[in-house]
């Protein structure tokens, strides 16, 4: 009996802040390198040595206060969050517990429904991510790799506003989005730039208080959030229903099985004995600083979205989708401008190419065809020289890699649109003449029957035809 | 031929030619051999030491010149120094070996010091008396059955014995001030910030510091206008100009006031130790200083405060020390909670757990605000009572420790005792603020330490009071009669 319980989730983010060096050290930050070849003394934890702030964090994490309309605290600080575990070397981790830098804020979700609700968030502060354990292929022992010791994180905690998997998937996403736009972090998921720890429980509909809750940890994909979220749920109710009581936990979602499962170490009680950090000094930010971090931010996906729809009178749901990569929005702006027809830009970009990134599994950074093309192309159609079917043929052979220009591609394959009467009542008498049972029907009243012949021009031409002349050539022919 | 015993005089004698960095490197070393029964030096890096002589002769003949250049000094072995053994007194790091030296250690090599070495101390700077080496006691060269005081007490003895010219220490709650009383030298613990900490190993991150120790105040403004300095790597540095500590010297101590500060006249203060800062103060009496009393109201509280926060840094600082990536290691752990669990039994001494075990206690949940915050809201008014202090008087005067060097063993089994050695030291480390301290004459054939403690960065007065007392009397110049074997 689903409507008898109320879901209440809410999600911790943790995003990896695209900085070149660690936040404490000066350590790479690359993905993929060779095991510990990225981790200095520092990210060792080896004795003596001491951390100190790569300053080029606060940019960032003052950009996504103020992409959520939080207060960026004048005065933050560190503290040590005490536990042993192999992949933390100094036996503490750096982070912010009681004054993080972003303080609320908030942000607009846009629901499948077309509505949209606004998600609170508690906070967002600064901390270093820990190396990784590796259990495989060490016979017995385990593997340490720190090369990820010590990355800048964002941790991102939002207030237990979601109600439903695919509204925290939306929330997810939404943050995605935004850190990308806001140049924080690269947001590559599969690398663990973004993870997420879900925050589930379930209560009586109507009940105020919050139920037990279990937190779902390091969940690296949208899809597996979303199954994570609901197979807690199901697990949850299930227990509720017969009778049972909800142990409050942290849970591991395994992809491979499909389901959570408590965690096995470290998680027995941790008291994590946090105390401010006295290596270092309390972080300062002025309002003079604040201020230089807002001018220099970009237009931010729902400001986007709003100017799309007012600017291009395009449709709101176009807009947003134009707007959730700040690359293809972009993208499609220069397409706009090329060819002076946004809603036929919005057509093309959104379904065309967006299609054709799909089937061959590629991103928006990587795409085969530039905006100077696509405008040109559109230029073509617009003016007549070409038909929509020639067009998407040639954005195929572009993307293909053809390097020709649109134009001289359309010479050479002698792909302009025929328009002259001359040439195109020809074409239709033979067609009429080859189709007499169908021409009958036509005359005594079928006039549905136009497109059929239109079509068989059309095919006849080689897509050249100009279909609109074809239309008046066959209705005026068969008048 | 006879070496010059201090820095200053080394400086001008190889200057002057009458010896070389070589000949006096090679006397130090001969002497730590001969002397090896007082277990100073943990390491003696005699080869690299000999040559670094041979460079900064070879240095001096061809013209060149540094402020400290063949000078022969000690470190303590706290500070990391590149390829060579580096333990903190612990036998957790008996193979450590650094791939990076600490700036202090970086600062005087740049000047042209020579290092002889790695000198004894108390584990991870946490004792009183040295008693708390992996490595064994270090003894007191003025009576070998008796502490040199910790944790710096190899520092203390090696410079009192004559086994280096100067040495580097470390202080969090009077680890250089203490050994150097009961050795009989001067040492100054700078203002918290004042040198960076870089590259030294940590006890109590918002305490340590370190300063240098050394027969002179003259000496001291030597080697602390090289060591002190904003480092971009230490962000507790901190970033003021280093004035010169050596001109500063010959500033007058008449027109100033000194404050004595009652609270540390009390009972618990040795009789003829007392008597010996009695005439010390009559000696800035005479070089025109006014004397006022003081009363700093919170600084009895400085003890219990000190052990509740020293110990909690402690225990994160030292969770580092798993037998993971570096250091000493169990035998065939059978599982990661043995590993760790063993190894840090086996690998960490009993004093060094009892504060890591202390400080664990006062930061979980649910004793944090009784003990750890109050000890913060203690510390505040320490400061504060500091604070009020310096509205009146330029400095502060008494003594450095209770009573003259105690006997090996005779306190190891009381712990409160123990401790109550910084019960005069630990006030200036929890404000943060210069503190010096200097032979002012012998009671029963031990020396006498007095503490001078002055305002924020404020180090130039004290080393210029100091070396003014010392221009008057020759207690800096007493030296342990020592046999050689």
């Given at each position: 009996m689903m409507s008898d319980w109320e879901v209440v989730i809410g999600l911790e983010i943790h995003a990896q802040l695209n900085t070149r060096s660690k936040i404490f050290s000066g350590a790479s930050t690359r993905f993929g390198a060779e095991p510990n070849s990225q981790a200095c003394a520092i990210d060792l934890g080896f004795p003596g040595v001491l951390p100190a702030v790569n300053q080029a964090?606060?940019?960032?994490?003052?950009?996504?206060?103020?992409?959520?309309?939080?207060?960026?605290?004048?005065?933050?600080?560190?503290?040590?969050?005490?536990?042993?575990?192999?992949?933390?070397?100094?036996?503490?981790?750096?982070?912010?517990m009681d004054r993080p830098i972003v303080v609320g804020g908030s942000v607009e979700i846009p629901l499948e429904d077309g509505t949209s609700r606004e998600i609170r968030i508690t906070r967002a502060h600064l901390e270093e991510d820990a190396g990784k354990s590796l259990h495989e292929d060490f016979h017995g022992s385990s593997g340490i790799d720190l090369n990820r010791a010590g990355t800048p994180l964002l941790e991102i905690v939002s207030e237990p506003d979601l109600r439903s998997a695919s509204e925290a998937v939306a929330y997810a996403r939404y943050i995605h989005q935004l850190i990308r736009y806001l140049d924080v972090s690269d947001g590559e998921m599969a690398e663990g730039s973004m993870r997420c720890d879900a925050n589930v429980s379930l209560r009586r509909v109507g009940s105020s208080e919050l139920g037990t809750r279990t937190e779902t940890k390091n969940v690296n994909s949208f899809r597996f959030l979303e199954r994570a979220i609901d197979h807690e749920i199901s697990r949850q109710r299930g227990i509720l229903e017969s009778g049972g009581v909800i142990r409050q936990e942290t849970r591991l979602y395994d992809p491979d099985r499909d389901?959570?499962?408590?965690?096995?170490?470290?998680?027995?009680?941790?008291d994590y004995r946090y105390f401010p950090e006295p290596d270092l000094l309390p972080v300062e930010i002025d309002d003079a600083f604040i201020e230089a971090v807002r001018n220099s931010m970009p237009e931010l996906p729902r400001e986007k979205a709003a100017r799309f729809e007012a600017q291009?009178?395009?449709?709101?749901?176009?807009?947003?989708?134009?707007?959730?990569?700040?690359?293809?929005?972009?993208?499609?702006?220069?397409?706009?401008?090329?060819?002076?027809?946004?809603?036929?830009?919005?057509?093309?970009?959104?379904?065309?190419?967006?299609?054709?990134?799909?089937?061959?599994?590629?991103?928006?950074?990587?795409?085969?065809?530039?905006?100077?093309?696509?405008?040109?192309?559109?230029?073509?159609i617009k003016d007549?020289?070409?038909?929509?079917?020639?067009?998407?043929?040639?954005?195929?052979?572009?993307?293909?890699?053809?390097?020709?220009?649109?134009?001289?591609?359309?010479?050479?394959?002698?792909?302009?649109?025929?328009s002259d009467a001359s040439s195109l009542e020809p074409l239709v008498d033979r067609i009429i003449a080859g189709n007499p049972k169908q021409a009958e029907q036509y005359r005594a009243g079928k006039t549905k029957l136009l497109g059929f012949f239109v079509g068989q021009v059309m095919k006849e031409s080689g897509g050249k035809a100009n279909p609109q002349q074809v239309n008046e050539i066959v209705r005026s022919r068969l008048g | 031929m006879t070496y010059a015993e201090t820095v200053?005089?080394?400086?001008?004698?190889?200057?002057?030619?009458?010896?070389?960095?070589?000949?006096?490197?090679?006397?130090?070393?001969?002497?730590?051999?001969?002397?090896?029964?007082?277990?100073?030096?943990?390491?003696?890096?005699?080869?690299?030491?000999?040559?670094?002589?041979?460079?900064?002769?070879?240095?001096?003949?061809?013209?060149?010149?540094?402020?400290?250049?063949?000078?022969?000094?000690?470190?303590?072995?706290?500070?990391?120094?590149?390829?060579?053994l580096t333990t903190a007194g612990s036998r957790m790091l008996y193979n450590f070996a650094p791939p990076y030296d600490a700036m202090v250690v970086d600062k005087l090599e740049k000047a042209g010091a020579v290092m002889l070495g790695k000198t004894n101390m108390d584990e991870f700077a946490m004792g009183s008396s040295n008693e708390n080496s992996f490595y064994g006691p270090v003894r007191n060269p003025w009576d070998v059955t008796r502490v040199p005081g910790g944790s710096s007490g190899g520092s203390a003895a090696a410079v009192a014995a004559g086994l280096c010219a100067a040495a580097t220490g470390t202080d969090t709650g009077g680890s250089i001030r203490q050994p150097a009383a009961l050795c009989g030298i001067t040492g100054l613990k700078p203002t918290y910030g004042r040198v960076s900490r870089w590259g030294m190993i940590a006890f109590a991150s918002s305490l340590d510091q370190a300063g240098p120790m050394t027969q002179t105040a003259m000496d001291a403004a030597l080697m602390l206008g090289i060591m002190a300095g904003v480092d971009p790597r230490d962000s507790t540095s901190i970033d003021s100009p280093v004035p010169d500590y050596v001109s500063s010297l010959e500033t007058p101590v008449s027109g100033m006031t000194i404050g004595i500060c009652e609270d540390f006249m009390a009972e618990g203060l040795d009789t003829a130790s007392e008597v010996r800062i009695a005439d010390a103060i009559r000696v800035f009496e005479s070089l025109g200083a006014t004397i006022k009393p003081i009363r700093l109201p919170h600084v009895r509280y400085s003890v219990p405060a000190y052990y509740v926060i020293a110990p909690a840094e402690a225990s994160a600082n030292l969770s580092r020390y798993d037998g993971v990536r570096f250091g000493y290691r169990c035998k065939d752990p059978a599982s990661l909670e043995d590993l760790y669990k063993r190894s840090r039994s086996e690998g960490i001494g009993p004093e060094v757990q009892r504060r890591i075990m202390v400080g664990a206690f006062t930061l979980s949940a649910g004793f944090y605000d009784a003990y750890y915050r109050k000890a913060q809201q203690v510390r505040r008014l320490i400061s504060n009572d500091f604070k009020s202090a310096f509205d009146q008087v330029d400095f502060l005067v008494g003594p450095t420790s209770p009573q003259p060097a105690f006997r090996l063993g005779e306190k190891s089994d009381d712990q409160v005792s123990m401790y109550l050695q910084d019960i005069y030291t630990i006030g200036a480390s929890l404000a943060g603020l210069p503190a010096l301290s200097m032979p002012?004459?012998?009671?029963?054939?031990?020396?006498?330490?007095?503490?001078?403690?002055?305002?924020?960065?404020?180090?130039?007065?004290?080393?210029?009071?100091?070396?003014?007392?010392?221009?008057?009397?020759?207690?800096?110049e007493a030296r342990p009669e020592l046999e050689i074997s």
């Open positions: 964090v606060y940019p960032k994490a003052v950009a996504f206060g103020l992409g959520i309309g939080a207060s960026i605290s004048h005065v933050s600080a560190f503290d040590r969050k005490n536990y042993f575990y192999p992949d933390l070397p100094k036996g503490y981790q750096i982070t912010q389901e959570t499962r408590p965690m096995r170490s470290k998680e027995t009680a941790m291009y009178s395009i449709a709101a749901a176009d807009a947003r989708t134009l707007s959730t990569d700040p690359l293809l929005a972009d993208y499609f702006e220069s397409v706009a401008a090329l060819c002076g027809d946004p809603a036929m830009s919005v057509n093309w970009v959104r379904v065309e190419l967006l299609a054709r990134l799909r089937r061959d599994g590629i991103e928006v950074p990587a795409l085969p065809v530039s905006p100077e093309q696509l405008g040109a192309l559109l230029k073509r007549q020289t070409i038909s929509g079917k020639v067009a998407k043929d040639i954005l195929d052979a572009l993307w293909r890699g053809e390097t020709a220009s649109v134009d001289d591609y359309i010479k050479i394959h002698s792909l302009t649109q025929v | 200053a005089g080394q400086i001008s004698d190889l200057a002057a030619g009458k010896y070389s960095s070589e000949e006096l490197t090679r006397h130090y070393l001969q002497r730590i051999e001969a002397l090896k029964t007082l277990n100073c030096y943990i390491t003696v890096t005699s080869e690299s030491a000999l040559a670094a002589a041979r460079r900064a002769d070879s240095a001096r003949a061809a013209g060149h010149s540094l402020p400290l250049l063949g000078v022969p000094i000690a470190h303590k072995d706290i500070f990391c120094t590149r390829n060579e002012v004459g012998l009671a029963a054939g031990l020396p006498v330490g007095l503490q001078l403690i002055g305002r924020h960065l404020d180090e130039a007065r004290l080393l210029g009071a100091a070396h003014q007392f010392q221009s008057r009397t020759h207690w800096h």
